[in-house]
């Protein structure tokens, strides 16, 4: 399978377990020891941290994202993804912004593996 329609597949994946409310789904779309960094919190390390992280989240009512994939650049068993999010809670926007992930292909699989994202909201 290409990184390209590996990575899609994962992405939606990803989507379609945080849309159900699945944390432990999302943090399985992660390399073992996959990291997620988000604006003004440590580093969220590992699945178990992963599934947490995530569980929070759709605990604060943030119940539905939508990833847009802008570039792609493929190198082996690596690939770089670059994009937009949006996260949702209820039908209200609650946060957009680009993300860049470094893609790992472990046993013909893609797994995120280091993810961060930079929100595009105003900061009061």
């Known amino acids: 399978m290409s990184a390209k329609d590996g990575i899609a597949k994962t992405n939606g994946n990803f989507v379609a377990a945080y849309n159900a409310g699945d944390a432990a789904g ?7 020891d996959g990291c ?25 009512g943030v119940n539905r994202v939508e990833l847009t994939t802008a570039e792609l650049l493929e190198l082996g068993d690596t690939a770089i993804e670059v994009g937009e999010y949006k996260l949702f809670a209820g039908d209200n926007l609650a946060d957009h912004g680009r993300f860049m992930v470094a893609w790992r292909q472990v046993d013909g699989n893609w797994y995120l593996h280091r993810d961060i994202i930079n929100t595009l909201q105003a900061q009061v």
């Open 36 to 60: 997620f960094m988000i604006p003004g919190v440590p580093t969220v390390r590992g699945r178990e941290a992963l599934a947490a992280a995530f569980d929070g989240l759709m605990g604060s």
């Open 26 to 32: 999302v943090a399985a779309c992660y390399t073992e």
